[in-house]
């Protein structure tokens, strides 16, 4: 039996006992990040799908806007030896919900748009010191937003792109528990 352990895991049979230590604790350390990633990810989705679904149904309130403008951020995404620049609109307001003041940034849940063009387009409809319709959540009235809903082709993107990052980062988790099982077999 263990002839055929060390035949499927031959480069791993040379391995010290402290060597298969350290990969086993690495394996675990690394299965734990990933997985946690994953999780955050699936968590931050969820809440921003549920959101978006429920948030027309929200009660409004009127609010300031305080702040606005186009912030620029490097895109992941290169082509070539080109770098591209993303825009998004940073719109802050405040509001008040049962003589209590808010503080808040969301403009949507599920993004209704991208470019440069779009962005200045939105500071320019959320100019500070208008007078806006803040939608809250009534269980939780500190979350807020002003453009509530999404579109049926962002909220689609918005779950591809979770269920993408999801599936890599759970497949990561997955490659590092087989390589714990392996590296604990070889040690037989």
Not at 110 to 130: F, L, M, R
Not at 160 to 174: G, K, P, R
Request: one cysteine or more; a positive charge.
């Amino acid at each position: 039996m263990s002839k055929v352990i060390d035949k499927r895991n031959n480069k791993l049979s040379g391995l010290s006992p402290k060597d298969r230590r350290i990969r086993m604790i690495l394996c675990i350390i690394f299965g734990v990040l990933f997985l946690v990633i994953s999780l955050f990810i699936i968590a931050t989705g969820y809440y921003q799908i549920r959101y978006g679904i429920h948030s027309p149904k929200w009660p409004d309130v009127h609010g300031k806007v305080v702040s606005s403008q186009v912030v620029e951020g490097l895109d992941s995404s290169k082509r070539g030896s080109m770098r591209r620049y993303t825009y998004l609109p940073e719109i802050y307001y405040s509001y008040g919900v049962s003589k209590i003041k808010y503080m808040g940034e969301n403009l949507n849940f599920i993004q209704s748009g991208v470019g440069e063009k779009w962005a200045t387009e939105k500071v320019e409809e959320y100019s500070v010191n208008k007078t806006i319709k803040v939608f809250y959540n009534q269980n939780d009235p500190q979350v807020s937003v002003l453009e509530p809903g999404g579109s049926l082709k962002y909220m689609l993107l918005t779950i591809s792109t979770l269920i993408i990052f999801s599936v890599f980062f759970l497949l990561l988790t997955y490659a590092c528990c087989w390589d714990y099982q392996r590296v604990k077999n070889a040690g037989i």
